[in-house]
């Protein structure tokens, strides 16, 4: 089992930056492909971000070039930089765990990830 505890969510003004962070427990998320996504009110958790077990990284194409992702296996945590926010950006944000092998063939289907965060809310003030 992998427990997943999402930090780092706020209030911020268009075009400011949060840095999310996602603490891992449990075990080493080292072999787990780490992925971010999100859920605004009334809509459906969408892909943002996925980190393999590598280090190759993608991105929805609504974030690309605004946020990083990025793992620190050492500290069994991952991040997830967001600059540049706009208030489209408001969702509450969930960390996720999966096999890398199982979500590496579809990293934005969040029905390939076996943990999940409660979640940071994140919104974004125009």
């Known amino acids: 089992q992998v427990q997943l505890v999402e930090s780092g969510g706020g209030l911020v003004q268009a075009g400011g930056s949060l840095r999310l962070s996602c603490a891992a427990s449990?075990?080493?998320?080292?072999?787990?492909?780490m992925g971010w996504f999100r859920q605004a009110p009334g809509k459906e958790r969408d892909f943002v971000s996925v980190?393999?077990?590598?280090?190759?990284?993608y991105y929805a194409d609504s974030v690309k070039g605004r946020f990083t992702i990025s793992r620190d296996n050492a500290k069994n945590t991952v991040y997830l930089q967001m600059n540049s926010l706009k208030p489209e950006d408001t969702a509450v944000y969930y960390c996720?765990?999966?096999?890398?092998?199982?979500?590496?063939?579809?990293?934005?289907?969040?029905?390939?990830?076996?943990?999940w965060g409660q979640g940071t809310q994140v919104t974004v003030s125009s």
């Open positions: 996720a765990a999966g096999p890398v092998l199982k979500v590496i063939g579809d990293y934005n289907n969040y029905q390939m990830y076996d943990y």
């Open positions: 980190i393999t077990t590598g280090g190759s990284t």
């Open positions: 449990g075990r080493t998320i080292s072999s787990y492909a």
